[in-house]
């Protein structure tokens, strides 16, 4: 009798595991995602070459990870974790910024916000779609020479 008792609560507590992984994996921001030229707009440009985005989302946090080739052939690597708080937390890789701060829209929505000596500079606001196979982040501020930004990259998910 002893024996079963034991066996149900372990597989109660595998059960929940399961369920608590499954919930983690099942956010659509979580995935990798590659740079679609084709559908993006860069303005200025020129446009990147490549991107491929990898982002771990969870519950009340980020970890993002990107690698690309910008549009004048230069190796780009951006890294940061974040709270889902408001709060400031290290980038590193961002050409004009080396804080960012996170927050949730909704289920399918994040914004960033880069900024450069406590200083907002872009705002990145990225919608996974609807069937989560698409992402488009749009990128509105300042580049690290003070020029005007207004990018839409479009991802799609690997």
């Not at 993002?64 to 974040?82: L, P, Q």
Request: aromatic letters at 6%; one cysteine or more; glycine letters at 8%.
């Amino acid at each position: 009798m002893q024996f079963k008792k034991v066996a149900v609560v372990c597989a109660v507590v595998c059960a929940a595991l399961m369920l608590s992984v499954a919930a983690k994996a099942s956010d659509p921001q979580t995935g990798t995602w590659k740079f679609n030229a084709g559908k993006s707009l860069y303005s200025p440009g020129p446009a990147a070459k490549s991107i491929t985005l990898t982002i771990w989302a969870e519950e009340k946090s980020v970890k993002v990870h990107s690698e690309g080739i910008d549009g004048a052939g230069k190796a780009t690597k951006v890294d940061f974790t974040a709270n889902f708080d408001g709060k400031d937390y290290p980038a590193t890789g961002i050409a004009a910024g080396d804080m960012v701060s996170v927050e949730r829209v909704n289920a399918n929505t994040l914004r960033v916000t880069m900024k450069k000596d406590g200083q907002a500079i872009m705002t990145v606001t990225s919608v996974v779609s609807a069937d989560g196979k698409t992402r488009t982040s749009t990128f509105a501020g300042k580049d690290n020479e003070g020029h005007d930004v207004k990018n839409v990259v479009v991802y799609d998910k690997e």
